[in-house]
Each structure stands twice: as C-alpha cells, then as structure tokens.
C-alpha cells in the first residue's frame, strides 16, 4: 500500500527535486495517529489516512480482508515513508575507500 511518487536522484545530495508538499505528505502519513480502519458494508475493512489540509476528511488507501492485515499495511506504510525521509537527508555512506 504506497503512493505514487516521481523518483529524483539525490547524486548531488540535493533535495530540491521533491516538492515541499509530497514531504509533508510523508511526514503526515508516517504517524499512525493520522490512520484508521474502518468496516465496510460488504465485510471488508479499509485503511484510511487523515487529510493532509482538512481534518475532518479521510483519504481511503486499501481494502482488506482482516482488520489485522489491514493494520499490518498501515505499518507497512509508515515503514516505507519513513526511509524515504530518511533518504531526504541525503545518500547514506555505507562505505568509504583511502
């Protein structure tokens, strides 16, 4: 369960190519106090996000089977966004060469 988002190259430790509102995004949607599942009519539960700009709005994301597999997307969620802000920081070293 992730978002679409338009890849940049960070070979220059540069984060000018991501747009200050697809940061916020991630950012909102790594806290999962921003969630929650709801039952739909046809036994289904679905995962939904807070809207970023409007409260009281709920942004529908999946639809699963379990409320277990439905929350274990959430989490699967939050884990992806949070190392692409943690790539926002720039390219991590994982090995130098003298």
């Known amino acids: 369960m992730t978002y ?3 890849t940049y190259s ?3 430790n540069s984060t000018q190519g ?3 509102g697809t940061r916020k995004l991630w950012e909102h ?3 999962k106090k921003n969630w929650r599942i709801v039952q739909l009519p046809n036994g289904f539960f679905q995962a939904e996000h807070k809207d970023l700009n ?5 942004i529908d994301v999946t639809r699963r089977e379990t409320v277990d ?3 274990a997307a959430i989490d699967g969620s939050i884990e992806h966004y949070l190392k ?3 790539f926002l920081k720039g390219p991590k070293v994982v090995k130098s060469f003298k």
């Not at 409007?54 to 709920?58: Q, R, Y």
């Open 69 to 71: 597999s439905c929350e």
């Open 10 to 12: 960070w070979g220059n």
């Open 54 to 58: 409007d409260e009281n709005k709920w």
């Open 18 to 20: 991501i747009p200050e």
């Open 4 to 6: 679409f988002y338009k």
């Open 29 to 31: 949607i790594v806290e």
């Open 84 to 86: 692409k802000i943690e």
